[in-house]
């Protein structure tokens, strides 16, 4: 154990987030059938674009490492996103379901952001530059995105529910 160092702790973490990505992908279409707000299905449709070209950059991250790229089982993403699944099924058909799935979608974004923040600092630490770029433009994206969800809760789901 002694002998692991941080280039081992970056390339785990980014198989995490990897993984975390692809399950995204998955979930995504999922919420945004059961999403009754147009606006909140259209964010859901948008950001499930971008999570696949998200994809594409952590594998180009993987190829200028010279590895393979491999997930690594995140219990973090499948926790939050299992409450994104109770809450599709507890709330089916009532008003609060629109924000509880914005809420949850929120909480995927929140991870995301802490990962993809402690990814780019262990890049820079690392002179990964090429990989500096990509989880910059990604960081953007997630950041944008949960910007996005906030303004459409404060602005209209959250009242309409109330």
Known sequence: MADK???????????????AEKQIYKA??????????DQLRAAFEKHHVETEEQIDRLEQIFEALGKAARGKKCDAIEGILDEGKEIMEEYA????????????????????????GTLKTWAATLGHKDAIKLIDLTLAEEKKTDDALS????????????
């Open 5 to 19: 160092d941080l280039n081992d702790l970056f390339l785990d973490t980014l198989k995490d987030i990897y993984y």
């Open 93 to 116: 058909d009532t008003p609060a379901l629109d924000p509880g799935l914005l809420a949850a979608a929120q909480a995927v974004e929140h991870y995301e952001i802490s990962r993809y």
């Open 28 to 37: 995504l279409p999922r919420m945004a059938k059961a999403a009754s707000s």
């Open 151 to 162: 303004k459409l809760a404060t602005s209209a789901l959250n009242a309409q529910a109330a």
